[in-house]
């Protein structure tokens, strides 16, 4: 079984960057799609970025329309890491963010699949 954990949150002032990284343990998870979520106070959790198993598509990314052209996701397997780079920080984007390992190798959408494993979080604070 899989554990993650998401480290690099923290307090960032809009227009600022910060880089959040998933980190997996107990065994690799190369063969997996990996997804970033987040939630905000009263809201429910949604969709950010996703990346391909480069087994399946030599990690293939996609972004949620809020976010393309400011934050980027990436992996390195060598390191069992995936990454979201965040710049161009909003106040909107403050919110516990989570990192989801898929039981599936292709992005299957913005709405995680049944079976796969969660990290714990990481508060992204944006204000000034």
């Known amino acids: 079984q899989v554990e993650l954990v998401e480290t690099g949150g923290g307090l960032a002032q809009p227009g600022g960057s910060l880089r959040l990284t998933c980190t997996a343990s107990g065994r690799t998870f190369n063969s997996n799609a990996i997804y970033w979520f987040r939630q905000a106070p009263g809201k429910e959790r949604e969709f950010v970025a996703a990346v391909t198993s480069t087994f399946a598509a030599t990690g293939v990314t996609y972004l949620d329309a809020s976010v393309r052209g400011r934050f980027v996701i990436s992996r390195d397997n060598a390191k069992n890491e995936v990454y979201l780079q965040m710049n161009s920080l909003k106040p909107e984007d403050t919110a516990v963010y989570y990192c989801?390992?898929?039981?599936?190798?292709?992005?299957?959408?913005?709405?995680?699949?049944?079976?796969?494993?969660w990290g714990q979080g990481t508060q992204v604070t944006v204000s000034s």
């Open positions: 989801y390992a898929a039981p599936t190798k292709l992005y299957t959408g913005t709405l995680p699949s049944s079976g796969g494993t």
